[in-house]
């Protein structure tokens, strides 16, 4: 599966259900492999009247075997201590469990991340969790991006967890606040 989404602007995140989910089946014969999902240069804009609907699910969620490419975005949103949803959440499926030489990438880099106005009982986060025992290798790269004012979250604004062999490379971010 290959998908792109650029220079867009969401607009009134908070009033909506979920974002962009990534689900494939690949467990049947010709399923693909491979893909690349591509996000670049995504902004949100903030509605006057804000209702704050609860999530229903995530900004992007996927449990794809394609590659994940985040960049060049302003992320300025949050979900709610109440929404068990993270904003970013990217794992592996048992059913998408390739034994395999390709080398799966997940990207975020040259990013800006943090709250919109609203600061009580909020987090913004990414959680990238590849347990299924797959014995593709992940290469994760989470560089180049801005954290701020981050304090207060009622999460870790970054969880990784890799069990499958490859590397997590974390650099030349800036976290403050």
Known sequence: MNFEATNFNVIDYQNMNAGFIFSPECNHQGAAITGDIL???????????????YKTGGLIYSSSVANLTITNSIFNIHHRELEDFNVFEIEDSSICSFDDDIIQ???????????????????QNIDISFTSG????????????????????????????????????????????
Do not use: C, H, W
């Open 105 to 123: 990438r997940v990207t975020f880099a040259n990013n800006s991340v943090t709250f919109n106005n609203k600061r009580d009982k909020v987090f």
């Open 134 to 177: 797959s014995t593709r290798t992940k290469e994760i790269s989470i560089t180049d991006n801005i954290f701020y004012e981050m304090n207060g979250a009622m999460k870790s604004f970054l969880k990784v967890v890799n069990q499958s062999p490859g590397t997590v490379k974390f650099e030349g971010n800036t976290v403050s606040n």
């Open 39 to 53: 996000f670049d240069q995504v902004s949100f804009s903030q509605e006057s009247d804000i209702v704050d609907r």
